[in-house]
C-alpha cells in the first residue's frame, strides 16, 4: 500500500512539475475567391476626417462588375448601440478598382462596414464583408 501511495505522489509531483512547451503560427483565414484574386479594406481617421479605403483586384476576362457598399456608424452613449452616420455605395467594371470614401466626422468611436461583391465568370459572385473600427 505504501508503494502504491509513493509512486501515485511521485507521479503526481512529476506531472505538475514538468513544463510542456507548445508553439503555434497564426494564420489568417483567407476567403476562396471566384472572380477576384485580393479585396482589401481599410478605415482610419485622419484629421477629423473618416476614410474609407477598398482595393480589389479582379482577374482579366473575368470580372465583370465590382459593388462597394460601406456603412459608418458612431457609438452611442454608454457604448451600447450604434447610430447610423453615412452610407455610401458605388459600382465598376474594371478588373481592378480602388474605392474611396471620406466623411468629415468629430470625437468619438466609429465603425465602418464594407460589403464589396465581384461578379464575374469564375462562377457564383463573391461577396466579402468586414468590420472596422477607429476612434478620433
Known amino acids: 500500500m505504501k508503494k502504491i501511495s509513493f509512486v501515485l505522489v511521485l507521479c503526481l509531483l512529476l506531472g505538475f512539475g514538468m513544463n510542456i ?8 483565414v483567407e476567403p476562396r475567391l471566384n472572380n477576384a484574386s485580393n479585396i482589401d479594406c481599410s478605415f482610419v481617421i485622419q484629421n477629423d476626417l473618416a ?8 482577374h482579366t476576362n473575368v470580372t465583370s462588375k465590382i459593388t462597394v457598399k460601406v456603412t459608418l456608424e458612431k457609438k452611442g452613449l454608454f457604448g451600447l448601440w450604434w447610430s447610423d452616420v453615412d452610407e455610401w455605395s458605388a459600382s465598376s467594371t474594371n ?18 462596414t464594407f460589403e464589396v ?17 477607429a476612434t478620433n
Do not use: P, W
Request: charged share 20%.
Open 21 to 28: 512547451v507548445v508553439s503555434a503560427e497564426e494564420y489568417a
Open 95 to 112: 478588373a481592378t478598382e480602388t474605392f474611396e470614401f471620406t466623411k468629415d466626422v468629430g470625437s468619438g468611436t466609429y465603425r465602418c
Open 51 to 58: 476614410i474609407a479605403l477598398i482595393y480589389v483586384t479582379g
Open 117 to 133: 461583391t465581384v461578379e464575374g465568370s469564375g462562377g457564383s459572385a463573391d461577396v466579402y464583408t468586414k468590420e472596422l473600427t
